[in-house]
Every structure is written in C-alpha cells, then in structure tokens.
C-alpha cells in the first residue's frame, strides 16, 4: 500500500521527521487525503527487531552522529559528545521514550504571565492555552491509548512502585499512581497488554507502548497517501525568489543528494536537527538561515530540570522488573513560589539496568563509595525529577563549522547553563525524593545528576509576535507561509511534564490546519 | 571462561611449578598469568605478563567488588593485549609503578593496602591513562553478561514472557 510519489511531485507535503511530531503529522495528513513524503535519517526497528539489553539497544537505536557540547551542565563534562539520548529511527524517540503522558497544567501555557519577571528567564506566554488543547489532549490520548483516561485502566505496580507508593504516603504526598502511560493496560484493545518486561526505553518488544514507528506510521502507509524514506537526511531546505520553500535536499540511503519538491515542508527533527537543518538552509536571501529573521532559531533550549534519586534497603526490591515509569508523585507539580523557585515537578518511577546503573548512577565516580552501592544492585529502588526548566536566550544550538557528520554538514554545538531557578528546584527535589525512601527505611540514599537529554524543547519556540519566536500558533514560521515546525522544538516554554503527549496533541492539531488550509487553496 | 582456561592445558601443579608470584594475587610464567590459586590463567601476547597483571589489579582498584572473581576482571582488560595498545599500557603502568616507588613502595603490585594504592590512583586520577582505563571498565565489567548473577540482575526478559508471572510485584517487606 506504500504510496510511492515521484521527487519532482511538487503536489506533497514533506515531513521530515517521523517522531512523535512528525510521524503523527504523517499519518494524520494521510488520514485526511494529503500526499505525504516523510523523510527520516534512521532506519525502521519493529518491535521483533528490539533488543532486551541496554547498550546492544543503545548501538541499535541511539542518534550517535557527532555533535559538541558547551556550557556548565554536567552532561557537558561527563557526556561531552552525547548531549542527548534520542532515537535516530523510523518513530524517532517514540521508541525508546517511557510513555509517561502528562497534559500540562492551566498555568503553565502562561509561563510569563504565571510566574512573573524571573531574572534572566525568556519566559513568554504560548499563544495556545488549556481550553482550546483539551479537545486535542483527547486526541492524543485516545491514539495512544494512555491509561487512566478515557475510561482506560492504569497500569498495575511493580515492584519500585511500591516501595515510591509506600514512601510518598508516609511523607503525606496525596496523589499517588502508577501513571498515565500510553501502555496498553487491558486485553480489550488490538494492543498486546504490558507483560511488565521491563526494557521500556529499549523498544516495546510486545508493541504493548505506542510508538509512532510501527503504530502511526503503519497505518498512515495503509492509506496509500504515506511515503517513508528511512535513511534519508535532509541537507537543506530550498526556496523561491519569492521566498517561500520549494522542496528538500537530501542524502538517501545509498549516500547520494536527491532533490524532493514540495508544496509545504514541516521539520520535525527535534529541538538539535530542527534549528540545525533551519540554520544549513541559510541563502543569499536568509543569510541567517531559514525563518530566523528574529534571531531566535536555535535559542531558549530547554532540557527540562532533571535528575534522578536512587536509594538502596535492606531488603530486594529488583526494581528493574516490570514497566519501567509507571509511577508518579504530582504534589510538587505545582507552581508554589513559597518553595524558594517557580513551576513544579514531577517525581516518576525509574529503573536502570546493572550496565546502565553502572553509567549512570554517579558518572565518573570509582572506588568503594561508587561501587558499594553498586554491590546492592538487587536492593535498590530509583526515581526520575522532571521539572520546568526556565528558558534563556543564551542556552542555544549553533552550527559548530569545526565539526562536520559523514555528509560534511556542519553539526550542532549545544550550549546550556543550570539557570538558579533550575538549581533551586533540583535541590529541593533531590530532598524530597530522598525523604521519599527514607520514610520507608532506605538505609542510603543518591541524588544523581542529570543523564544526556531526552526532553529537547524550545529552539523554535512558538509566539504571538514575529519578533519574540520563530513559528505561531500552528507551528507556520513566522517568515515563510509554507514552512512550519511539527516537533517539541516549538515549546514556549518546557512546562513540569514529560512533552510527548503535548508535541503529539499539537501535531494532530497541526494536520487539522494544514487540510484546512490546503483545501482552502491558501497553500 | 573458555579464554581464560589454564594455558598449553597444563595441570595446575605444573602451572605453579613454571611460575613466581607477583604481588598478592598473581602468578606469572613466561608469557603468561594466572590467579595465585591457579583457577585461572591466560597468555599475553603483547603486554608483559606483570604489566597484564598490574592491570588486572588496577581495574579492580578502581571497581572494587569483593564478591566479583578476577577473571571478571581480566576479561575486562584483556582488549588492551593488543599490538596497538600495548604501547600505551606499558606505558601508563610504568607511571603507576613509578608512582608508587615515589611513596616508597617496590611497585604498584607491591603496595599491600588498598587504601595506599587508592592514594596513588587519586594522584594521577585525571590522566589519560587512568581515564582511559576507567571509561573502558564502565562496559568492559558492567556489561559482561556472566557478571550480572552476581549483583543480581536477569537481563533479557522478553523471552521469557517479561514478569507478569514472573514477580514483578512480590516485593513482600513493605
């Protein structure tokens, strides 16, 4: 059914990316009658093909192309060449992601206007608020089937989430559960139920988590409106005099440049290949790269506060049995300045296996007081802090033209500073997720700093005036009407949740847009 | 262990009977090392017999776990017994030998409490070497599938249904 469209069809809609933003915008377009052309640089992993173990899943599905680091955050020293862990692969991170999802909470869509001036901070407010994404939401999570909503179970808990559950009751933390996950948690569906393997972020073996690679993008082919280019990078973004896009450059799977026509491009690389493709796209015309005519392409990089706490007892808990993330504590997801910062965070149920835990926990570290924790492998349960990062202007993805990847394209630099909100609040959650065990008997406890990035946000971010951001309200830049931005690097702002559900929400949203102006002939 | 296995399938008795002790721990022949108890040999093919056996120390320094074999270990380093990198290992143990003359002792081998050869590595814990050494062990150890058992971890569970019968929720001491 794999509709194949001819490079000079200048009739399709380019979508580059096949992740949660762009493989959802995908088949979201070829529901509705668009052509659709989606390029992806990775290739396609089903669920047979995933891998139950961590680093051999780590070769299979990482984004390892080259890419440099700047800044004072930690995972510029320990990780210097992996600012991020995401998934270069048809489905993009929706494969290797938790499933956490999360709709952001009313104040959140006015950052600005919720928290006030923060020093140093490019808070703004979205042009979006809560009432007009719910309907969306519920989109969202209909399509990915996420527990405890739309009458949907939750997931039951393993064993890390009753030693959190027994903790956060203790402390006197009221809501509690093991999650909205978009894991299947019932027979009822035509989703296999979760088998609580374990190796959630190693690609869902039971198809159990929805993934757009082999969920969306599946049934977008069935219409016979969907092509998927896996192993396709895109170079460059090509435009008219007129200054509209015209079509993509790029390298397919045999390494040669190709050149696609299009009547709309949407780049859904993330918040590093997105502003990277914008910015390579630069002409005699953009000479500051495409859409960038307010110099905001590539900053506001948000990663989200993050961190995690593992604790060790006196007994087992082999936590790393069972789905990986379903448990939260939201009491802390609150904006609550009299906390010493503002916006919230969640604290989320996290278990790593021995080779990553061994990465991971404390990276660097060596001797006894690493490796005597360790040695309580089996005894260890663990935690994941993710909170609202506050944007600034001056934590950035630029081109660093010192560096090239195997196409001789300059690659990113990704520079971030902790802003003190973030510090502040990492503290207290380091405080609180230790108190957590220790109400239950943890007899040691470890706030461990944040891995390479899963949650990339910002970059292109999303604004009412041309001047403050890059696209508006429907993700279209602001410089170019047939040019748009379909993935988390339109984020205003980073919100305390995980950002799936959102970027989903907002692509199911953006194909409503796209058929309408499309049909409406202003495309 | 096939790799490990008592070299030229010399009978233990015969294995010590060629070697002299090195440190605590080791046992060196010609071309070769073993465990002091002979449950475990293996033949170098670039790096000297002591520079391999300062190695093995070395990462146990630096990953100390008493419940972990030493042929864990080896099989951790022995990546490094190859003509290209042996140069630099010999290299790097040269200056932890002479690191450790420098505190008075014979050789790193020598230096009988952990705690004193700890104080060497915190001295040159920022090298190349030692980094290099470090960094390697993260998968070299930590990722050897028969080492898991031993902290506990079952890897693969997929072919085995996950756990949904299997006692992802037995936690009994809540």
Known sequence: ?523 | MSKTQSPRGLTRRELLSQTTALGASFVVGAGFIASGDAAWAMETTSLKPETFATLVQLARDIYPHDKVGDEYYVVAVKGYDTADAAPGIEAGIAALNAAAQGMGNASYLDTAWERDRVDILRGMENSAFFQQIRGGLVTGLYNQKAVWPIFGYEGSSFEFGGYIDRGFNDINWL
Request: glycine share 10%; net charge negative; hydrophobic share 35%.
């Open chain 1, 1 to 523: 059914m794999t509709a194949p469209f001819d490079l000079s069809d200048d009739s399709v809609v380019v979508v580059i990316g096949t992740g949660a933003g762009g493989g959802v915008l995908s088949n979201e377009l070829a529901q509705k009658g668009v052509k659709v052309v989606a390029l992806e640089a990775g290739g396609r992993h089903l669920p047979q093909d995933f891998i139950n173990d961590e680093w051999d899943s780590f070769g299979q599905l990482a984004w390892l192309d080259p890419r440099t680091t700047s800044g004072d955050w930690r995972v510029s020293k320990d990780f210097s060449g992996l600012p991020a862990w995401i998934v270069k692969s048809v489905g993009g991170t929706t494969q290797h992601w938790a499933g956490a999802s999360l709709r952001f909470q009313e104040h959140e869509w006015k950052a600005a206007s919720s928290y006030g001036n923060v020093q140093g901070a490019s808070l703004l407010d979205w042009p979006i608020d809560a009432a007009e994404m719910d309907p969306w939401y519920s989109k969202a999570e209909d399509k990915l089937h996420v527990t405890r909503t739309g009458g949907r179970p939750g997931l039951p808990g393993n064993n890390n989430f009753k030693v959190f559950e027994a903790g956060a009751k203790a402390l006197g933390y009221k809501d509690v559960h093991t999650g909205r996950m978009a894991i299947s948690s019932s027979d009822d569906t035509d989703r296999t139920m979760c088998q609580q393997t374990g190796f959630c972020f190693q690609g869902c073996k039971w198809g159990a988590k929805w993934s757009a690679g082999y969920h969306d993008i599946e049934q977008g082919e069935a219409t016979g409106n969907l092509e998927v280019r896996p192993q396709s990078h895109v170079a460059r973004i090509l435009h008219n005099d007129e200054g509209k896009v015209t079509g993509v450059e790029y390298f397919d799977a045999d390494g040669n440049l190709q050149m696609q026509k299009a009547r709309v491009v949407c780049v859904a690389g993330n918040s590093f290949e997105s502003p990277r493709l914008l910015l390579n796209s630069a002409s005699s015309m953009f000479p500051d790269g495409l859409a960038n005519s307010s110099g905001q392409v590539g900053r506001n990089y948000m990663r989200h506060m993050t961190g995690s706490v593992y604790a060790v007892f006196d007994k087992p808990v082999r936590f790393w049995r069972g789905t990986t993330m379903a448990g939260i504590i939201t009491d802390e997801a609150r904006h609550d300045p009299s906390r010493g910062f503002v916006g919230g965070y969640e604290l989320e149920t996290l278990a790593l296996g021995l080779p990553f835990m061994a990465a991971f926990l404390d990276p660097g570290a060596w001797g006894r007081e690493f490796t005597s924790a360790l040695d309580e492998y089996e005894n260890m349960a663990g935690m994941w802090i993710v909170g609202e990062d506050m944007p600034q202007e001056t934590n950035r993805v630029t081109l660093n033209h010192e560096v090239k990847d195997q196409y001789g394209l300059p690659v990113v630099n990704v520079h971030f500073d902790d802003h003190p909100n973030d510090i502040a609040m990492r503290n207290h959650a380091y405080k609180q997720g230790a108190a957590v065990y220790d109400a239950v008997g943890a007899t040691r406890t470890f706030p461990t700093p944040p891995y390479p990035s899963t949650h990339n946000l910002g970059t292109n971010r999303m604004s009412e005036n041309a001047r403050d951001g890059v696209v508006n309200k429907w993700g279209r830049t602001h410089d170019i009407p047939n040019l748009y931005i379909s993935d988390g690097s339109v984020f205003t702002t980073g919100a305390a949740e995980n950002p799936t559900l959102t970027i989903v929400a907002l692509a199911i949203r953006q194909a409503d847009h796209l058929a309408s102006e499309l049909s409406a002939g202003n495309l």
